[in-house]
């Protein structure tokens, strides 16, 4: 793949695309409806370098809470991230209950919970950013993406479209311990998941990077969304444990390793504001957790 074109800041392609892209997106979200390749690049949409989108993603979000970042390690190892705008606590009783229309897969991972601002334009190594998590959870990627064609369109398109997330959900609190345990070879339980009663994956959980914290450290090092950045009480994840899990419609998730988080996700459409009159909610799941709202940086 060649590499990605990181122009200098400010430089984009026009901002008239880059609203109309991100107005596209952000009414995808709302009404559960797709759109194909094609049909971006008929309309002359196609993002050409990161900054483009990262307004993209700032457009097509803008007014509504930011509750967490999904971070990762792409192309060329160029890191990147995307907004999490819905996000669900799992209770007392470790259950969670979603609604993700056009729900495609889902993904384990962990989720930290910064109880700090990552400032950008500073330099972090490991133990530095780790000084600014509160917390370490379990936790469940949604995948529902606006585009057809999920993760295989090109990688920029992908990214603007928030990598495909439509929700989240954070389950219990893990001992930070699982973080050396899942960065070294050190021998770990199977973790175990289960959809509407069938176990559907026994598997040894690993890490793409290794390490689940590698894909913040690097995001953390090379901030440039247009949205505030990681913040304190923000939730990041940073990829999944176990691959991508194929799930359809209606289910109930079980995910059993280091304690057990039980999901039922519900693919309900939700009602048109224009026709309703309505205010316009946030996509994917039905709750969230209570985050002020902010304004895109420019």
């Known amino acids: 793949m060649p590499s990605l074109k990181v122009p200098a800041l400010g430089e984009s392609y026009p901002s008239s695309i880059r609203d109309q892209l991100g107005s596209l997106l952000a009414g995808l979200a709302q009404s559960g409806d797709l759109i194909g390749l094609p049909e ?58 979603c609604n993700c229309p056009n729900l495609t897969a889902v993904e384990v991972e962990i989720a930290f919970c910064l109880k700090s601002d990552l400032a950008p334009d500073r330099v972090y190594g490991r133990e530095d950013v780790l000084a600014h998590i509160g917390s370490v959870h379990l936790g469940i990627e949604l995948i529902a993406p606006r585009l057809h064609e999920g993760d295989k369109a090109p990688f920029l398109l992908f990214l603007a479209d928030r990598l495909g997330n439509g929700g ?76 991508v899990l194929p799930v359809r419609g209606d289910c109930r998730l079980q995910i059993d390793w280091l304690g057990t988080l039980s999901i039922d996700c519900q693919d309900i459409q939700r009602p048109n504001p224009a026709a309703s009159g309505s205010q316009r909610a946030s996509p994917g799941c039905s709750q969230t957790r209570n985050m002020p709202k902010i304004s895109s940086r420019t």
């Open 168 to 243: 989240y959900v954070v389950g219990p609190e893990l001992d930070p311990a699982v973080l050396d345990m899942l960065a070294s070879a050190a021998s770990r339980p199977l973790m175990k998941i289960q959809i509407n009663g069938t176990e559907k994956q026994a598997v040894c959980p690993a890490h793409a990077n290794g390490d689940p914290l590698a894909p913040l450290v690097a995001y953390a090092n090379a901030q440039n969304d247009r949205l505030d950045g990681l913040r304190g009480g923000q939730f990041v994840t940073t990829g999944s444990l176990c691959g």
């Open 40 to 97: 971006i690049e008929a309309r002359g949409l196609l993002p050409e370098s990161v900054e483009d989108v990262m307004r993209v993603q700032a457009a097509s979000v803008e007014g509504h809470p930011v509750a967490g970042w999904k971070v990762a390690i792409g192309p060329g190892g160029l890191p990147v991230a995307a907004p999490l705008l819905n996000l669900v606590k799992a209770d007392s009783s470790r259950h969670a209950t």
